[in-house]
């Protein structure tokens, strides 16, 4: 099992900035293709972006692309999401999650943190 913990969330302004940052435990973080979550009230857990182990290969989620981009640390154990530009949409709760147990893009992950709010104010 993957130990994650997310911070960086808060409250930013349309066009503004954020940083998220996800630090695991364990040995083996190198190995893993991470992803990054979200989900707003009301909503389903959706997608924002993945990475692979070595960092070469970056899906988006439609909605961010452009936006926001994912970077990892295997050195540090740490992976983090930029969001520039944010919108008032991207309000949600933001999860990080290991070991992708199929689609990269799906909710189907056996770790995840507890999450951390970002709020979007217009």
């Known amino acids: 099992q993957v130990q994650l913990v997310e911070s960086g969330g808060g409250l930013a302004q349309a066009g503004g900035s954020l940083r998220l940052s996800c630090a695991a435990s364990?040995?083996?973080?190198?190995?893993?293709?991470m992803g990054w979550f979200r989900q707003a009230p009301g909503k389903e857990r959706e997608f924002v972006a993945a990475?692979?182990?070595?960092?070469?290969?970056?899906p988006y989620a439609d909605s961010v692309k452009g936006r926001f981009t994912i970077s990892r640390d295997n050195a540090k154990n740490t992976m983090y999401l930029q969001m520039n530009s944010l919108k008032p949409e991207d309000t949600a709760v933001y999860y990080c999650?290991?070991?992708?147990?199929?689609?990269?893009?799906?909710?189907?992950?056996?770790?995840w943190g507890q999450g951390t709010q970002v709020t979007v104010s217009s």
């Open positions: 990475i692979s182990s070595d960092g070469t290969y970056t």
């Open positions: 364990g040995r083996t973080f190198s190995r893993y293709t």
């Open positions: 999650a290991a070991r992708a147990r199929g689609a990269t893009t799906s909710v189907n992950y056996a770790d």
